[in-house]
């Protein structure tokens, strides 16, 4: 093969690769429910991860989407995990509907 035919290979192949999305791998993002407060307070995550919230404090509590594309509602407790997948974007608040003053806000790109 000639000189100007491989250039012309590996200009072509280069186009494709450029041309070419590969999707991101989905991720697992955690957050922490502890006595009274979510941390962090706010999260950024992509669609298709998966959330995974961890029980931290004494008292009972539970994830509760009150706005956004996307509703959930964890079980009450008070030790253990949760874990959700999001795969609708934009804003979402969360509460625990046990505690008023608990709040999370969640941006899913």
Known sequence: MGFMRRLL???????ILTATTIPALAATRGAELHDNFFRPASLTVQSGDT????????ARHNVTVT????????PSKTSGSY????????SY????????GMRMSLRVR
């Open 9 to 15: 290979l590996v200009a072509t192949v280069g186009v």
């Open 51 to 58: 959330l995974r919230f961890r029980w931290r404090g004494r």
């Open 67 to 74: 706005k956004g594309p996307q509703r959930f509602r964890s």
């Open 83 to 90: 874990q959700r997948r999001v795969t609708r974007r934009g």
């Open 93 to 100: 608040r969360l509460v625990c509907t046990l505690h008023s």
